[in-house]
């Protein structure tokens, strides 16, 4: 089958999808996972089964064009009016999620994943090092659907979104750390201090200069751009940010972070922001999304989740858990009020959206060649869990906060 038809059958099945999840009340992204489990190969024969094998290009432009969208709410002037206490919360709930998900998967990986020859060195710890670090994103879109809907408004629906905010981006950070660290063990280097600690730092530290160096240089572009069409906008967007992934990519630095730096810049030192950002949301987001999650849908591996949706229930719980306690700490130390101690938590459970391009993004990694289609359905099959149960978790904190009228 010609591949630019599965194309056209992946974005009309996945909009259709989309649309159909909305009608009781469920995030479309749900519906678009949904659409990419119906044309799965492992469950029909009716897309070829190697087409997902040739999909790369179109899961790094969408990456580049969602973390660019995520530096985008980084705005310096918003993460100052919402105080420490987002900050305290962000911090605390996010590593407190990273690490409850990994002592779990620690604890129970020897029990539940059998390879070959497998060792804690080159098997157990990578795959702990890098599901705990995909513990922290959140998927604000469902909470956001809700407070849309419900017409919720107080200082937990702003805590949420503003912690939401960031959780991306502290993400990011940690699975470049994560990665570099887990493939340290996979190639059998051990520990160092270069690979350890050095390694990461380079990466992480080239790509937020090269997404500062993109960034102005965008910037740069706008101020000389006289007629500011749409289509001019957008032409440059595209330019420029496929130019800074390729670019992070040759060089060897993180090519997300590279990415969601430049969006940081644009934000923070673009006059023309909103315009830049609004254009995205309009024009470009839907579509990028509609590809993305559908084709995540079609990575799904029903061998392996067979036998591993114990591990997607670990990952599940063990990750609420990490959220939960670490709100309560947050916002304890930042001494925040009794409502958002306990309520804020619940609209941080949905999980989608970058999460699953972090996970995808192993399989361009020849070091997690064993371990990636674990990650990958583990990471998957949560977020189905996630999209399903966010948005009635996020109703009821918002009713017990006191944010939604219902009369």
């Known amino acids: 089958m010609q591949f630019i038809l599965i194309l056209g059958i992946i974005i009309i099945t996945g909009f259709v999808f989309g649309k159909i999840v909305t009608k009781i009340k469920l995030p479309k992204v749900t519906g678009y996972i949904l659409a990419g489990i119906l044309l799965n190969p492992d469950l029909f024969n009716f897309i070829p089964e190697n087409f997902i094998d040739h999909t790369s290009l179109?899961?790094?432009i969408s990456l580049s064009i969602i973390t660019f969208s995520v530096g985008g709410t980084l705005l310096y002037s918003r993460i100052k009016k919402l105080g420490k206490g987002i900050i305290f919360i962000t911090l605390f709930e996010a590593e407190f999620a990273l690490l409850s998900v990994f002592t779990c998967f620690f604890v129970i990986t020897p029990f539940f994943i059998h390879f070959p020859d497998a060792t804690w060195s080159t098997i157990f710890i990578p795959i702990s090092l890098i599901i705990g670090s995909l513990a922290l994103p959140t998927d604000p879109s469902a909470?956001?659907?809700?407070?849309?809907?419900?017409?919720?408004?107080g200082d937990v629906s702003s805590t949420i979104m503003g912690v939401a905010a960031f959780d991306d981006a502290l993400g990011i950070?940690?699975?470049?750390?994560?990665?570099t660290i887990a493939g340290a063990f996979a190639f059998h280097e051990g520990f160092s201090l270069y690979s350890s600690i050095l390694t990461p730092l380079t990466m992480i530290g080239g790509a937020i200069m090269l997404g500062i160096i993109f960034g102005f240089i965008f910037n740069k572009i706008t101020l000389i751009i006289t007629k500011d069409t749409d289509g001019t906008f957008i032409v440059c967007i595209f330019g420029l940010l496929l130019?800074?992934?390729?670019?992070?990519?040759?060089?060897?630095?993180?090519?997300?972070?590279?990415?969601?730096?430049?969006?940081?810049?644009v934000v923070n030192y673009n006059l023309k922001r909103n315009k830049i950002f609004k254009l995205l949301e309009q024009y470009i987001e839907e579509l990028i999304f509609v590809l993305f999650f559908t084709l995540s849908g079609m990575h799904l591996n029903f061998s392996i989740l067979s036998t591993s949706?114990?591990?997607?229930?670990?990952?599940?719980?063990?990750?609420?858990?990490g959220k939960i306690s670490g709100t309560i700490v947050g916002a304890s130390i930042s001494k925040s009020s009794t409502t958002i101690k306990k309520y804020t938590a619940s609209g941080l459970i949905p999980q989608g959206g970058i999460v699953i391009g972090l996970a995808l993004m192993l399989k361009q990694n020849h070091a997690f060649d064993t371990i990636s289609d674990v990650i990958?359905?583990?990471?998957?099959?949560?977020?189905?869990?996630?999209?399903l149960i966010g948005p009635i978790l996020a109703k009821t904190a918002l009713e017990k906060a006191g944010e939604i009228n219902n009369k």
């Open 376 to 387: 990958i359905t583990i990471i998957i099959g949560a977020t189905i869990i996630h999209e």
């Open 58 to 60: 179109i899961t790094n």
């Open 143 to 153: 909470t956001l659907a809700v407070m849309h809907e419900y017409k919720a408004k």
């Open 173 to 179: 950070i940690n699975y470049s750390l994560a990665i």
């Open 243 to 265: 130019l800074c992934f390729g670019i992070a990519t040759l060089i060897g630095v993180d090519e997300l972070l590279a990415t969601m730096t430049m969006g940081v810049i």
């Open 309 to 321: 949706y114990i591990l997607v229930l670990f990952f599940v719980v063990s990750r609420a858990i």
